[in-house]
């Protein structure tokens, strides 16, 4: 057994930083990231898929950690609104968690494809469970300028994708 530890030890160190991507998560946990199903307005198949979802940007795994369940206990709607540099979580539904932690998972790409989408910032999938390498903490709060609430035009632009069961009928109906 200390024979592996060393050799993964090893093993890790040789790597690249480009040969690992984030995992961002608002619970921490121990053992594998397993994969959940996804749910894109989009509809593309590759980010709908039943994986564990990665990216090669931190700050992005990062956002997807900053957004939790409303009050009534409905799962957050967001989108990722990449005109805005960093890169932007908007939330249609659900809670910033300020006060926070944030856990990311550093995972390497020996499971993980490249799903091409979306453009100029792709998400990597694994459908079988992915061992993190490495796990940091961040405070929510540290981290608020890579989510904001809806604006008007956002959720014109959420209708606009979202089913018909998702979309939202007035800027009341959000809360972050």
Known sequence: MKLLLENWRQYLNEKKEDD????????KFDGPVKPSQARDVGGHTEQNLKAVYATEDKNLAIAAGLVERDDD???PM???DANEKPTQMVVIKGKIREGKKVYLYKLTKDTFRNTGVPEGNPEWVSEIPANPVEVEEVS?????????KATPE??????KHA?????VQS?????A
């Open 171 to 175: 800027e009341d109906d959000h809360e």
């Open 78 to 80: 967001v989108f990722t």
């Open 20 to 27: 690992f991507v984030w995992h961002g998560s608002p619970t």
């Open 163 to 167: 089913p018909e069961e998702e979309r």
């Open 73 to 75: 206990g409905n799962w």
């Open 154 to 159: 956002d959720i014109e632009f959420w209708n």
């Open 140 to 148: 929510v709060d540290d981290h608020l300028h890579l989510i904001r």
